[in-house]
């Protein structure tokens, strides 16, 4: 069986469900230290664990992908979801897709690429915790001082190994508003936070996000998600709750965004943030590109942006700034759904994709 897809069973099969990344971490960390890279391990929280691996000198090229899965939901599954069960072309499991496949395509072709004889462009591996809950350790990583500058970045996120350049970023929010409480049959002595929350609804709904459509994210866009207010039917409620979900493209300024909603919002709705990354681009004609879809990734075509957001809105930037491609063996479908699978043949191109891209960079 190709030593990736062996790879990526042996992940699937440690339950990592909103945590436990520590025992992904692990064995990823004695192959890489193996292959020579020098390893740093970084705790987000108890159990919660991510890598930096370094290898070579000079500038690296940074290899990225996350350790942590969505939970399972509740429907139930055919296949058992850490089973890693292959039926054909098709390898079952939560994660399978999104991203253990591509993280074991890294690692492969991370000791494959050190062992190839002649001059070998430097890598580094970063392998994160809490991406699927907003890239927190990629922020702690960041904040830790644990990723440095690099040439360009590889996301292995699912694809279905197409070159794409960028997502757009999120900055999700939440929207307070507070009245006084009194008994429902007098509402005159209250003041009503629910009324207060309708108004700010209203104003997110016809707000002016006030960016130009970028040619290639398309629109920036704004949604109300969730709203919550009230304790009973016969109180006047003191205070009520929305989140709002922006999507922003490149160049948009996140800090500005939020002070011009809080302006159309007025006094009666205080804005938290609990979301912020930015949008990503690459153009298609940069050279990493071009690497990539000349070793075998299929090219970013029409639609050349992801449709989530990846830990590249912070190591991007953490990395210089640095030319981005999302490029997996994962199908982007099968992400977060019950009987995941990831197709073996994605697995064994994707590996051979990034080896070969890796062998044409000069170093």
């Known amino acids: 069986m190709n030593e990736a897809v062996e790879l990526t069973r042996e992940l699937i099969r440690i339950d990592s469900v909103g945590g436990g990344e520590a ?18 391990l970084h705790e987000h929280a108890a159990g919660r664990t991510g890598l930096v691996a370094r290898w070579g000198t000079g500038e690296p090229v940074t290899l990225t992908g996350h350790l942590d899965t969505v939970p399972l939901g509740g429907r139930a599954w055919r296949h058992e979801p850490h089973g890693a069960e ?76 197409r070159a794409l350049l960028g997502h757009k970023g999120a900055l999700w929010l939440k929207l307070t508003t507070h009245g006084t409480t009194a008994h ?82 007025g006094a009666e709705a205080a804005v938290d943030v609990l979301v912020d990354l930015p949008a990503i681009w690459t153009e298609p004609d940069d050279p990493f590109v071009q690497a990539l879809v000349e070793a075998g990734a299929g090219a970013p075509g029409d639609h050349p942006a992801a449709s989530y957001f990846t830990d590249a809105s912070i190591l991007t930037g953490a990395c210089g700034g640095v030319p981005t491609v999302i490029c997996g063996p994962g199908e982007p479908e099968q992400a977060h759904v019950t009987d995941e699978y990831c197709l073996t043949s994605r697995i064994e191109e994707a590996t051979e994709i990034y080896t070969t891209a890796l062998s044409h960079l000069t170093p």
């Open 23 to 40: 025992a992904v971490a692990e064995p990823l960390a004695r192959r890489l230290s193996d292959a020579g890279f020098a390893v740093r």
């Open 184 to 265: 429902g049959s007098m509402p005159h002595l209250g003041d009503n936070a629910i009324y207060k929350l309708a108004r700010a609804i209203s104003a997110v709904e016809t707000f002016d996000i006030g960016q130009p459509e970028h040619p290639w994210l398309g629109p920036s866009t704004a949604n109300v998600g969730t709203a919550q207010g009230g304790i009973n039917v016969n109180s006047v409620p003191d205070l009520a709750t929305a989140t709002v979900d922006l999507r922003t493209v490149a160049g948009q300024d996140h800090a500005r965004l939020r002070e011009r909603l809080q302006a159309a919002l």
């Open 86 to 161: 292959i039926d054909g072309d098709r390898l079952y499991g939560r994660g399978s897709s999104d991203m253990k496949a591509g993280v074991a395509a890294l690692v492969v072709a991370a000791e494959r690429h050190v062992r190839r004889a002649g001059p070998k462009v430097a890598l580094e591996v970063v392998f994160t915790v809490g991406e699927e809950t907003g890239c927190e350790g990629a922020s702690g990583m960041v904040a830790a001082d644990l990723v440095g500058r690099s040439r360009a970045l590889l996301v292995a996120e699912p694809t279905a190994n």
